[in-house]
C-alpha cells in the first residue's frame, strides 16, 4: 500500500485549534469514555480510548489495572474517525497486554511495557487489506508522520478485596449502564450493548453501597447512595435492583446530565466530565468515589 506524505496546513490548523479547544475528544453523543494520549505526532493525529485506560496527558503514558480491556480510537474529528482498521499496534511483551486489528486491548498481567503505533501497511498483513479496503470506500488523503510515538504502558494488579465495575452503552436508548457482573457484561455485550470496558474499581468489604434501580417505561438505570431514595423511588415505578457496587476509597466519580436526551452519565474521568460539561451536559458534581 502506498500513502501519500504530505502536510496539510489547513488540517493542521484545525487539527491544532480542536486539540486546544476541546481536548481532540468528541463526546457530545455520550457513547464512549475516552482518554486523550497527545502524541509528538499531535499536529497530525492523536489517539484516545475507551475502557479503563488512564492516560498521563503530554507523559505518553498508560496506566491499567490486570484485566481492563477497552478499544483505541480515533478522535470523532479525525479524517479516519469511521476506521476500524486504521491502528496497528506494536507491543514489545504482548503478555503484558494484547490489540486485535480492531484495536481491542486487554491487560493481562502486571508489568511495564511499550507500545507503538502506526498505520497498518505490511502488504501481507489481513489487517493492512481491511485497512485498505476502508481507504477505497472512504477515500482519504493520509498524512503519514515521520515522528516515532511510542506510549509506555504500565499494568497493576488489583488490589486484594476489590473488583472491577463496567460499563456499557446501547446506542439506540442512548443509555449507560454499571455493573460488576462479568456474565451480564458478557451477555449485554451479545445483544445490542456496546462494552466499554472498566470504568472503576469497587471495594468488596468496606465502603457505602450503591444501588441500582431501573425504570421499565423510562428504560433507564439510577444509582444512588441514599437509601431513603431507593426505598421511595420504588413506590413510583422503579424496579430495585439491589446493590451495584460500593463508594470507597479517594477517587471522585462525577455525574452529568443531558436535558435533550434526558440521561444520567458517571465517569471518573476528569477530562470527560470537562468537555461534556461545554456539549450539553450539565455537571452534577461528585456521584461516590471509588477505588
Known amino acids: 500500500m502506498k500513502y501519500k506524505k504530505r502536510i496539510l496546513s489547513c488540517l493542521l490548523l484545525s487539527i491544532l485549534v480542536l486539540l486546544f479547544c476541546s481536548n481532540m475528544i468528541d463526546l457530545i453523543t455520550g457513547d464512549t469514555t475516552a482518554f486523550q494520549a497527545v502524541s509528538a505526532d499531535q499536529a497530525v493525529s492523536s489517539y484516545t480510548?475507551?475502557?479503563?485506560?488512564?492516560?498521563?496527558?503530554?507523559?505518553?503514558?498508560?496506566?491499567?489495572?490486570v484485566g481492563e480491556k477497552g478499544q483505541i480510537l480515533r478522535p470523532q474529528h479525525s479524517p479516519l474517525k469511521d476506521f476500524i482498521y486504521s491502528f496497528e499496534m506494536h507491543v514489545a511483551d504482548p503478555s503484558i497486554i494484547t490489540f486485535d486489528e480492531k484495536g481491542n486491548w486487554v491487560a493481562l498481567k502486571a508489568g511495564t511495557t511499550k507500545v507503538s503505533p502506526s498505520f497498518p501497511t505490511s502488504v501481507d498483513?489481513?489487517?493492512?487489506?481491511?485497512?485498505?479496503?476502508?481507504?477505497?470506500?472512504?477515500?482519504?488523503d493520509l498524512t503519514v508522520n515521520d515522528i516515532s510515538v511510542t506510549w509506555e504502558v504500565t499494568v497493576e494488579d488489583l488490589k486484594a478485596g476489590t473488583s472491577p465495575v463496567y460499563r456499557l452503552y446501547q446506542p439506540d436508548l442512548k443509555v449507560h449502564l454499571y455493573t460488576m457482573d462479568e456474565n451480564e457484561y458478557r451477555i449485554l455485550g451479545n445483544h445490542g450493548w456496546k462494552q466499554e470496558g472498566q470504568a472503576w474499581t469497587s471495594n468488596n468489604a468496606?465502603?457505602?453501597?450503591?444501588?441500582?434501580?431501573?425504570?421499565?417505561?423510562?428504560?433507564?438505570h439510577l444509582y444512588t447512595m441514599d437509601t431513603n431514595e431507593y426505598?421511595?423511588?420504588?413506590?413510583?415505578?422503579?424496579?430495585?435492583e439491589g446493590e451495584a457496587y460500593k463508594s470507597s476509597g479517594s477517587t471522585p466519580v462525577y455525574r452529568l446530565y443531558h436535558a435533550d436526551i434526558k440521561k444520567h452519565l458517571y465517569t471518573r474521568d476528569a477530562n470527560e466530565k470537562?468537555?461534556?460539561?461545554?456539549?450539553?451536559?450539565k455537571y452534577e458534581g461528585v456521584a461516590w468515589n471509588v477505588e
Open 231 to 240: 426505598k421511595v423511588l420504588a413506590t413510583r415505578g422503579w424496579k430495585q
Open 49 to 65: 480510548s475507551q475502557g479503563g485506560s488512564e492516560f498521563e496527558l503530554g507523559t505518553f503514558k498508560m496506566k491499567l489495572k
Open 274 to 281: 470537562n468537555v461534556l460539561s461545554t456539549r450539553g451536559w
Open 206 to 220: 468496606s465502603g457505602t453501597p450503591v444501588y441500582r434501580l431501573y425504570h421499565p417505561g423510562l428504560k433507564v
Open 125 to 140: 498483513s489481513e489487517q493492512a487489506k481491511k485497512f485498505n479496503e476502508e481507504l477505497k470506500a472512504h477515500p482519504v
